[in-house]
């Protein structure tokens, strides 16, 4: 690698996040071609109408789109790879963009934290991008062979997965738990366009705070299913994992079926460039966070330990990313 890759692809990080931000990215979902003037003539809005020139313009010159004679945009093959990882770049340049640029200047004795300078609701909306892209499906075909009524996400972002859940599998209700205001503000948005308000609730709490919620005691008695995607790790690292999860056991005691997947620690000593996406991104900010990474051993054991029984593993398309279906 050199020096000019890596400003370029900083730069480039960022104008895929904003294509994603935008709506531009999406726009290709449903058409192959997309005609400039859709996105450049607003006439009540020039200044948008500005900045979607200009993130065509910059675009066509990093080799994402191609123009036609008609003035019609196509994906080339690295537009199409950046817009299926777009999750990624979410999560990167929207969820810890500004922790990646400050945390040297942090000050602990000004009461500066580490979770100030991470948007919430960047990290739930990429993981969400990241999920239906690469592990969605293979998460559904596991949830179908499951007698799911009720359901429980800890660490539920924009209530993303729930909604889908729910939409797939008629009469579920779900409840969410997530720490971060941002993203239930994002997920009650979500669940009011989706008309799922009745059959969907979330709860603005640390996940270990609401699992001892007396208040909830009684939704949680009803729960069958237990999910809780890429959030173990924060758990783990906030009490002893066998005891947190011996905790979830006794919170959730009519759950048969937990699923639990979670982004491990890599055995690449060296970053170059067959690298994969996301491996030293999440290593990076979770080792400046001081939050410490597990090794996919150090989960099996744990999940023996508290009890629970293995009944399956699913590399879910992610580096180093895993799903486990407990019992």
């Known amino acids: ?54 993130l065509i313009d910059y675009s066509l010159k990093f080799g994402l789109f191609e123009q036609d004679q008609h003035e019609k945009l196509s994906l080339t093959t690295l ?13 990167a340049v929207g969820g810890y ?91 009650n948005e979500n669940i009011l366009n989706n008309d799922m308000q009745q059959r969907i609730t979330v709860h603005n709490q640390n996940v270990l705070d609401a699992i001892d919620d ?33 905790k979830l056991r006794t919170t959730f005691p009519n759950a048969n079926t937990f699923f639990i997947a979670d982004t491990f620690l890599s055995d690449e000593q060296q970053l170059d460039a067959d690298t994969p996406i996301f491996s030293y991104g999440f290593e990076y900010v979770h080792h400046f966070m001081n939050i410490k990474l597990f090794n996919k051993e150090d989960y099996e054991q744990y999940f023996v330990e508290a009890g629970f029984e293995i009944t399956k593993v699913k590399y879910l398309n992610v580096p180093n990313t895993y799903l486990y279906v407990l019992k």
């Open 214 to 246: 007396p208040a909830l005691g009684e939704k949680f008695d009803q729960v069958d299913t237990v999910m809780s995607f890429m959030m173990m790790h924060d758990l783990f690292n906030a009490q002893d994992p066998v005891k947190v999860l011996r």
């Open 97 to 187: 963009g500004d922790f990646i640029k400050n945390f040297t200047s942090i000050n602990p004795d000004n009461g500066e934290s580490f979770y100030s300078m991470v948007d919430g609701g960047d990290v739930a909306l990429g993981s969400r991008q990241a999920n239906r892209a690469f592990m969605w499906d293979t998460v559904v075909a596991e949830f179908d062979q499951q007698d799911i009524k009720n359901i429980v996400d800890l660490g539920s972002g924009n209530a993303g997965a729930l909604i889908n859940v729910c939409k797939v599998f008629d009469g579920v209700n779900g409840i969410g738990i997530d720490i971060s205001s941002k993203a239930i503000v994002e997920a």
């Open 79 to 91: 537009g199409k790879d950046l817009k299926k990882n777009v999750g990624f770049f979410t999560w």
């Open 1 to 54: 690698m050199q020096a000019s890759s890596i400003f370029n692809g900083y730069i480039g990080s960022h104008l895929c996040y904003h294509l994603g931000k935008s709506g531009i990215f999406d726009l290709f979902n449903d058409a192959e071609k997309i005609d400039i003037k859709t996105l450049t003539d607003n006439k009540n809005n020039e200044q948008k109408s500005s900045l979607f020139k200009s």
